[in-house]
């Protein structure tokens, strides 16, 4: 079974600009959550999807919003890019079933590493 | 606000030695705990989830524990080898609401083994 894939995997942007990057889960899983990694701040919750519809949120500004498609791939963005965007972003999928919580194991993607110059 | 702090934060150790890193959590209402290892520039590789009724799980020469009343969780790993150097970090999923997706990560142990 293919894992979680991410793309593109490297991107480098200026200040201002915007960027989406794509997440597409593990066959069969229908919930995708995002992560941002930084030296300073380690692993941070940005977002989960599940069956298309944004079901927990980080606490992260308006510039930074994502959505889940019907295939359960999900995409984020984030707009008016600064410095200190610059982070790994990492996807995770789980089968996302509720009341199976305690056992649904999430798995990760190779991650986008996003510069901001 | 669920806090998780994971000791030491770099470890360096001569292989074949059998060692412990500890993870300890604020709040104890957690579904389950999960174990994570990440390579430089890579993304996470889940080793071990245990679910907030067990009180250990085992895979080959990984074994961890969790005492959830006490917030605290160790990994063991038996005779380590120069290819488990990695960071290794530990995540809780909080119960209640809809979390179902957040995990709240501590900062990892970077783990040194050399020949």
């Known amino acids: 079974k293919a894992g979680v894939t991410q793309t593109p995997r490297y991107l480098i942007k200026t200040r201002g600009q915007q960027v989406t990057l794509s997440c597409s889960p593990i066959s069969g899983h229908r919930s995708v959550s995002w992560y941002q990694q930084t030296p300073g701040q380690g692993l941070q919750f940005l977002f989960e999807y599940f069956s298309e519809t944004q079901r927990n949120k980080g606490n992260f500004p308006g510039r930074f919003s994502g959505r889940q498609f019907s295939n359960s791939r999900s995409e984020m963005n984030v707009s008016t890019l600064e410095l200190g965007d610059s982070a790994l972003y990492l996807c995770?999928?789980?089968?996302?079933?509720?009341?199976?919580?305690?056992?649904?194991?999430?798995?990760f993607g190779p991650g986008t590493r996003l510069t901001v110059l | 606000k669920q806090e998780v702090t994971q000791i030491p934060a770099a470890l360096s150790v001569p292989e074949g030695e059998n060692l412990v890193l500890n993870c300890s959590f604020t709040d104890s209402a957690i579904y389950n705990l999960q174990w994570f290892r990440q390579d430089p520039g890579k993304g996470l590789t889940s080793l071990l989830l245990?679910?907030?009724?067990?009180r250990e799980q085992t895979s080959g020469r990984l074994n961890a524990s969790l005492d959830k009343s006490s917030g605290r969780s160790t990994l063991y790993i038996a005779a380590s080898q120069p290819g488990d150097s990695a960071t290794y970090l530990c995540a809780v999923r909080p119960t209640g609401g809809t979390s179902y997706g957040k995990l709240t990560f501590g900062q990892g142990t970077i783990l040194t083994v050399h020949p």
């Open positions: 245990i679910q907030s009724s067990q």
């Open positions: 995770a999928s789980s089968l996302g079933q509720p009341g199976f919580s305690s056992t649904d194991t999430q798995y």
